[in-house]
């Protein structure tokens, strides 16, 4: 298998992950005298913040997935993979992925994070993470699935396991996800299964600190707090969950939760990648980059958003926060910091022995600017935060609407979501409430099979230890 992209003379730049950060470099780099390769598990672009919403049916999976290939067709020099980094090599400046190798002059690490369980094998096997629109999906259908069971069930103790959602975790994702099923079990639940008592169902939200949303301030934690209580939310502090076995939550205390949906939003770390590793690695994985996003003594190699660490900035010594605008601001900067760097390269080739400028000197180091914190609850119930201002309850409800519908990339996914969201507000009903499972075929399942024993990059290391003995 080859990833087949023929070199031009255009320099050329992979990037790994299509998220925010990827997609933003991607879009700016496209439009530059380059060639550029992205490539991703994944042959769509997801909206993170809108992920959620999936898991309580409120939205279609589609009108916040945008597939790559649909966005970038107009790009003359762009190409796009669907693969998944394994190994970099940057003496040869080459990445190993899951079908082949790639030649690179600049590789960029935009890739995110994934879930941390922190070493235990029973939460990793049984909690259901947040972070695709897979996971999404897969904790709708348990969700829909367990109320279906819980009609004709045996036992007492068995429907009460199928009722109970257990979230670890009260950050943003775990703040939003309680309320939107919250409101599921409010408004849906009573009309969709009548022959159900819906006080039946509980809502669990575990956080291991003193607080809801950390990153924001107490009065906006305080709000937080109090709009799910209010909405009925068991929002319980000081919990650490040490295990998950025989279908309950164990916690450090002694306390059990018994549950079949278990959500795990609790800790992230960077996605690892084979080549970078040691004094490379940072907190949580994060590899560890300069002002410019530049990984040091790493000719070529850089890494933006959740999967970097860069602790340059004045204003954020210990690193920035691992939020969708530190990725897009550094891959905004990044696009025309590579760009001087590939001008600055090809002089130097065009004029070998020749005194080059200190190309540090004309490139510019990254500054985060806060644009601010916001997440929503329920129905007329969220909380803003733009600097000094600080908003919660409607107005901040409605400004989180708009801040997110602007997000949204495609005028179509726009309108769709909107529609949803004023069938939501209208009816109080979430329209999309179908249990579906996807089946791969079976030429698909033994590729991915096969992907996973092959094209490791063993033969670049083996040339690299024959190297070394010669």
Known sequence: MSINIKRNQLKRVVIVG???GGLRLAEDLSKANLQVVLIDKNNFHQFPPLIYQIASAGI????ISFPFRQIFRKRKNFYFRMAEARAVFPDKKILQTSIGKIEYDYLVFAAGTTTNFYGNANIEKWAIPMKTVSEAMGLRNAVLSNLERALTCATEAERQELLNVVIVGGGATGVEIAGALSEMKRYVIPYDYPDMDSSLMHIYLLEAGD??????SKDSSK????????MGVDVQFGKMVTDYKDHKV??????EIPTRTFLWVSGVKAQPITGIDGDHLGRGFRIVV????RIPGMDGLFAIGDQCIQTTDPAYPGGHPQLAQVAIQQAALLAKNIQKIAKADEENEKHPGSSAPNIDQQLKPFRYKNLGSMATIGRHKAVVELGKFHSQGFFAWVLWLVVHLRSILGVKNKVMVLLNWLWKYVSYNDSIRMITYATKPKEVRDR???EQTTHLGTDLLENEEEEEEA
């Open 18 to 20: 299509g998220g925010l």
């Open 60 to 63: 279609d999976p589609s009108s």
């Open 211 to 216: 607080r809801l949303l950390a990153g924001m």
């Open 223 to 230: 709000k937080a707090y109090d709009f799910l209580t209010s």
């Open 250 to 255: 164990l916690m450090k205390d002694g306390q």
């Open 290 to 293: 300069d002002e410019f996003n």
């Open 448 to 450: 991915l099979k096969r």
